[in-house]
């Protein structure tokens, strides 16, 4: 049996993303000794428990990735995955306009330096805006395990958003039902409208001082423009995100970026955490 099947049994009524979360937190032990795979196979007899406390290691980092000369800011890259730190300004993939430089671009000529007949699959998003860390795959099968992930919200995404002002609260969470209209202007509806995608955002304030606040974000869904609605919601627009309702773009840019990227590995399985340090604060 794997282990993610033997923790379903023990806990029925907890769902596959948080049993993978326990996985990748470190709290799952057997036979005592802490174990990440969830394709882990359990053997009749053998003592399955769950902590409520991580023991032993964290998620198992990542090797280090060779340097090579590229338009690209490498974070990590296997056979199986490239892991990239996106520059804000750039956009992800081309769009119907069908634009020659864009993330997915560079990382397909990057591949193509060593086999010209290589190629790097889409698996999610960042908007153009936007900064920070993205996972590309290698093969259709990895793309698929990882994007099977992201629906099933079991991947951990963290973002830094640099705001106007202070939230009144210290932390929050903004439900919000999401819509775009013909002119791809994100709106916030009923969730009865249809066409309507929920948003869910998880927020706190890690720091601030009289004009500004650093806001550490975790996101349930991965809607276009989610983070900067809920900021919005706040009355605190993300720094330089005038759509929005920002006064102030000191940086030249939208203060929003993708810290960093949790899921399981596509080909061992194994928890995986890559970061990209915040472009725009320093303690």
Known sequence: MLLIEAIAELYPNTTRAKIRRMLTEGRILVEGQVEHKAKHSVEAGQTVEV??????????????????????????????????????????????????????????????????????HIVHRLDRETSGVMVFARHERYKSYLQEQFAQREVHRTYHALVEGKPAEAKGT???????????????????????????????????????????????????HQIRMAMKALDCPVVGDDLHGAETNPLNRIALHATALEFLHPETDDPVRFEAKIPFFSN
């Open 51 to 120: 902590t409520d406390r991580a023991k032993g290691k964290e998620a198992a980092p990542p090797p280090a990735t060779s340097a090579k000369q590229h338009r690209l800011s490498i974070v990590y890259e296997d056979e199986a995955i490239l892991v990239v730190n996106k520059p804000a300004g750039l956009l992800s993939v081309a769009t119907n306009k069908m634009e020659d430089d864009t993330l997915h671009s560079r990382c397909v000529n990057y591949v193509r330096l060593g086999n010209e007949r290589a190629w790097i």
């Open 174 to 224: 903004e439900r919000a039902w999401l819509v775009e209209d013909r002119n791809l202007r994100v709106k916030k509806v009923k969730p009865s409208f249809q066409g309507a995608k929920e948003a869910i955002t998880h927020w706190a304030i890690e720091d601030s001082d009289d004009e500004v606040s650093l806001i550490h974000i975790t996101i349930e869904t991965g809607r276009r």
